[in-house]
């Protein structure tokens, strides 16, 4: 006699995700202020692009990238605020990424993570990266008082101040990126007698490239609008000349706009929205190049 040794088994729940057709009246209506954020959002941004884009656009010529600052508006340019926010950046890039870098390889493929000290570390990293950009000019005018510097408007000073600002950031962004990166692959090249630091320059560090440039990019990005640390600074809004080193005065593209738009002068408003433009279009572009560098070099595995 045959025996029937099927077991019924039950039919498996089926995962509820977002995409789930419940529709309950508190989700319809939590939807649909989401969605009105969204649009609300967008819209102002619009408006404000197009507002800045129409007002700006007479004065979006050769006269903004060369002329300097001047009390008559037809005659003004931006020359030494374009210049300075490329020697601050510049600057800004050369201390705060390799010490991020090799500050988040150590974090996360060397330091004991149980450990207390590690772990505070940790903790006050990814509070850091919360506190408003003016903290870091205090902090930049304290270390900048203690090295005995007296004038504090000077190109080093503002990119301490923006390298403090960013350093939180990138130090998580590739924390992220060599997370992402698979277990497997350090295990197979310490299985084929490389050591520790080995693995991590030869295998771990090339594959964490396209995310630790994304979050880098993106670091200096929100740098280059920044203003607030700056003028605390002391940041000039009136330079008549081209930055040329470490140690000389600077103006950036934020500080210029602040200064301009505070004038009364309708033309001055203009050369402002000008300002803004070319401003928008360099992070625009930055923004770009993060985009295009994760999509050419990212890893599937």
Known sequence: MAIDTTVSRPAPERLKTGSSRERSTASIVFLFLLWLSLFVAFATLVVLIATTVVEGWSRLDSRLFTEYPSSRPEEAGARPAILGSLWVIGTTAVMAIPLGVAAAVHLEEFADRQHWFNRFVELNIQNLSAIPSIIYGMLA?????????????????G?????????????????????????????????????????TWR????????????????????ALGEAAPLLLLGGLVFISFDPNGLLSGFTTMPIQIFAWTGAPQ????????????????????????AIIIRNKFQKRW
């Open 141 to 157: 005018i304290g270390t900048l008082s203690l090295l005995g510097v007296g004038d504090k408007n000077i190109v080093v000073g």
């Open 266 to 289: 309708v033309e001055f408003h203009q050369l402002a929205a000008a300002a803004s433009i070319l401003l928008v279009g360099i992070l625009i572009a930055m923004n770009a190049v």
């Open 159 to 199: 990119a301490l101040a923006l390298a403090l600002l960013i350093l939180p950031v990138i130090i998580m962004a590739t924390r992220e990126a060599l997370r992402a990166v698979p277990r497997e692959l350090r295990q197979g090249s310490l299985a084929l007698g490389a050591t520790e630091l080995q693995t």
């Open 203 to 222: 295998i771990t560090l090339p594959a964490a490239v396209p995310g630790i440039s994304t979050g880098t990019i993106l670091a200096l990005s929100r």
